[in-house]
């Protein structure tokens, strides 16, 4: 079974870039699709982008100029960094498998991350 | 930003059957792009309940159960118990987006 861990800052100042790391057990990040979903307190789920080993991104158009996905094979961890972050990116971020192509399900979750933008 | 529709809240007394629905457009789930749903508990992140859209993964009650029809897919749970008080995200693809799509989330109230 695969596990999934994120960990980050905890809190970003206004402007500055968010960053997070994910580490993977249990499974091999060369295979299937890796993603963050991110959770404003009280709100829905948000989809950030994915990635495919090998190249394949896509970002949601929303956050798309603002947004890099990528991973560190050695490490088998998944990485996300956000830039010019305002008190809009405060969330709860996770980290999540795709199972069935970019356009499949999500079978795995990380336990989740919070982020608070702050000066 | 495409979105898919859920109703904010829905409730039900224990052993009660309720329906979440989840509504799209010809862009994600009336393309024909399959229909997930997520329970997510308070506090904690959440979890797969239905795939493909009635496909529910080992462990899962099959109180629980999933359709979907043309630009909409539900989700009922059929004897509503205090434990599933919590959450409900439905999620999908979209082409105009090119990437995943979720519903505004339903919260199952248990009366």
């Known amino acids: 079974q695969v596990h999934l861990l994120e960990s980050g800052p905890g809190r970003v100042k206004p402007s500055e870039t968010l960053s997070l790391t994910c580490v993977v057990s249990g499974g091999s990040i060369g295979d299937l699709f890796w993603s963050w979903v991110r959770q404003p307190p009280g709100k829905g789920l948000e989809w950030i982008g994915f990635l495919f080993y090998g190249g394949t991104t896509s970002y949601n158009p929303s956050l798309e100029n603002r947004v890099t996905i990528s991973v560190d094979m050695s490490q088998n961890q998944l990485s996300l960094d956000l830039t010019s972050v305002t008190a809009a990116d405060t969330a709860v971020y996770y980290c999540v498998r795709l199972r069935g192509g970019g356009d499949g399900r999500i079978d795995s979750w990380g336990q989740g991350t919070l982020v608070t933008v702050s000066s | 930003q495409a979105v898919l529709t859920q109703p904010p809240s829905v409730s039900g007394a224990p052993g009660q059957r309720v329906i979440i629905s989840c509504t799209g457009s010809s862009s994600n789930i009336g393309a024909g792009y399959d229909v997930h749903w997520y329970q997510q508990l308070p506090g904690k992140a959440p979890k797969p309940l239905i795939y493909?859209?009635?496909m529910r993964p080992s462990g899962v009650p099959d109180r629980f159960s999933g359709s979907k029809f043309g630009t909409s897919a539900s989700l009922v749970i059929t004897g509503l118990q205090a434990e599933d008080e919590a959450d409900y995200h439905c999620q999908s693809y979209d082409s105009d987006l090119s990437g995943q799509v979720f519903g505004t989330g339903t919260k199952v109230t248990v009366l």
């Open positions: 493909v859209n009635s």
